[in-house]
């Protein structure tokens, strides 16, 4: 075997890619995922993965309670003063700021900082983005990621509710309200 003279650049072995080249649309599709994904913390550390699911689990507690008030008030005989089963969807997110504050303040270093800090991000793409739309993706991500933080237990508190067959129509208007 004969060793190549030093200096000459040398096949690795390295396939070259042959396929289709996709454009902007689907990188931003991509870092937009990824960004949902850590938002999660899915692909994650174990230790990074339980905060995201502790603030979703404590903001399921209100849900699951009002839920249960919801079927309570369900069973009692139509007519009793006082009781109507609770609907109030739009007031839940005020409720619950504290946990969806430290949710952000949580997941949005991840999301920003990491990359400023150490000037790469987790996605490395055949062709880069512009500032302008890798700082809107992120930003997209992280607001439906708050988005289905605070919808989540909104959609326990309504099938309860829906659940004990009290006007349908009202807890049908009251959430649509509260979602838009």
């Known amino acids: 075997m004969t060793t190549p003279p030093r200096g000459v650049i040398h096949d690795l072995g390295y396939r070259g890619f042959g396929g ?7 990188i931003t599709w991509e870092l937009y995922r ?5 938002a999660f913390g899915i692909g994650r550390s174990g230790k990074a993965t339980i905060m995201p699911w502790l603030i979703i689990g404590l903001m399921a507690v209100p849900a699951v309670v009002l839920g249960a008030l919801s079927i309570q008030a369900g069973q009692v005989p139509e007519g009793t003063p006082g009781m109507s089963a609770p ?3 739009f007031g839940y997110p005020y409720w619950t700021q504290l946990l969806v504050t430290i949710f952000v303040a949580t997941q949005a270093p991840v999301l920003f900082a990491r990359d400023l800090r150490y000037r790469t991000i987790v996605l490395y793409f055949a062709r880069p983005v512009s500032r302008t739309r890798f700082v809107l993706t992120r930003l997209a991500a992280l607001t439906t990621a708050i988005f289905v933080v605070i919808i989540a237990p909104m959609l326990v508190w309504f099938a309860c509710a829906l659940s004990t067959g009290i006007d349908s129509g009202m807890h049908a208007r009251r959430f649509g309200a509260a979602l838009v």
């Open 20 to 26: 289709r080249r996709l454009g902007d649309g689907a």
């Open 87 to 89: 609907s109030n969807y």
């Open 34 to 38: 990824n960004s949902l994904a850590q």
